[in-house]
């Protein structure tokens, strides 16, 4: 399967090291994208993995231009998880991956009730994965909590439901696992003043609890 794998990352046009480097796709909304007022977490993410000395290439559609180059990625601002499992399988095909990181659960209301559907989305995702990369290690995060309330009051017990998909869906050889990014993250001094989206502490500290996670594994 790894050889499998190879020969299509090679056949897409890469380098034998960049084919052989862990191809990262971090999935996600306008946390995962970044945006001209917040900061994103994926530029100190990339520093702190490639310190560690992690063989790796974010991957995906979308691009963050950056003093180190171009951060590919798939992050998608004022969209939620539901529409991102309608695109990961095309995304996928184009730009394979063998590590997904999924970051997703605003962009709905309390009122929507949307905790179910959301964690269908997840469900969804790492299927897709599965079926087109048997190999792919997913990591799954635990939303950030937001200040914007009551239309984000419903993210606590969205992170708990994802914590039991986490565990329902881990295997040996399919493994997910859980990312906290809500433990210890404050929405009135880690947000900009929408206290939603990240400001440069709140994504330094969600970049050091996504570093943490995939040194982990990757290393």
Same mark, same amino acid.
């Not at 995962?32 to 994103?40: E, I, M, N, S, V």
């Given at each position: 399967?790894?050889?499998?794998?190879?020969?299509?990352?090679?056949?897409?046009?890469?380098?034998?090291?960049?084919?052989?480097?862990?191809?990262?796709?971090?999935?996600?909304?306008?946390?995962?994208? =970044?945006?001209? +007022?917040?900061?994103?977490?994926? *530029?100190?993410? /990339?520093?702190? !993995?490639?310190?560690?000395?992690?063989? %790796? $290439?974010?991957?995906?559609?979308?691009?963050?231009?950056?003093?180190?180059?171009?951060?590919?990625?798939?992050?998608?601002?004022?969209?939620?998880?539901?529409?991102?499992?309608?695109?990961?399988?095309?995304?996928?095909?184009?730009?394979?991956?063998?590590?997904?990181?999924?970051?997703?659960?605003?962009?709905?209301?309390?009122?929507?009730?949307?905790?179910? =559907?959301?964690? +269908?989305?997840?469900?969804?995702? *790492?299927?897709? /994965?599965?079926? !087109?990369?048997?190999?792919?290690?997913? %990591? $799954?995060?635990?939303?950030?909590?937001?200040?914007?309330?009551?239309?984000?009051?419903?993210?606590?017990?969205?992170?708990?439901?994802?914590?039991?998909?986490?565990?329902?869906?881990?295997?040996?050889?399919?493994?997910?696992?859980?990312?906290?990014?809500?433990?210890?993250?404050?929405?009135?001094?880690?947000?900009?003043?929408?206290?939603?989206?990240?400001?440069?502490?709140?994504?330094?500290?969600?970049?050091?609890?996504?570093?943490?996670?995939?040194?982990?594994?990757?290393?």
């Amino acid at each position: 399967m790894v050889l499998r794998f190879l020969c299509l990352c090679l056949a897409c046009g890469l380098s034998a090291a960049e084919a052989t480097a862990f191809r990262i796709m971090a999935v996600g909304d306008s946390i995962t994208q =970044g945006g001209k +007022t917040f900061a994103t977490y994926r *530029i100190p993410l /990339a520093a702190k !993995l490639q310190a560690a000395g992690v063989r %790796f $290439v974010f991957v995906g559609s979308q691009k963050t231009d950056t003093p180190q180059g171009p951060l590919w990625h798939e992050g998608y601002g004022g969209k939620n998880a539901e529409f991102l499992a309608t695109i990961l399988e095309a995304r996928l095909k184009a730009n394979p991956a063998n590590v997904l990181m999924l970051q997703a659960g605003h962009n709905h209301f309390i009122e929507e009730k949307p905790v179910a =559907g959301i964690v +269908t989305a997840h469900r969804e995702m *790492i299927a897709t /994965a599965r079926r !087109l990369n048997p190999k792919s290690i997913v %990591f $799954v995060a635990q939303v950030i909590p937001s200040g914007k309330l009551p239309k984000y009051s419903y993210i606590p017990e969205l992170n708990l439901a994802l914590a039991a998909l986490v565990k329902e869906l881990h295997r040996p050889e399919q493994p997910v696992y859980l990312v906290d990014l809500a433990t210890g993250f404050d929405p009135a001094k880690d947000t900009i003043a929408d206290l939603v989206h990240p400001n440069a502490a709140g994504a330094e500290k969600i970049a050091q609890r996504w570093s943490e996670a995939l040194i982990k594994v990757l290393k």
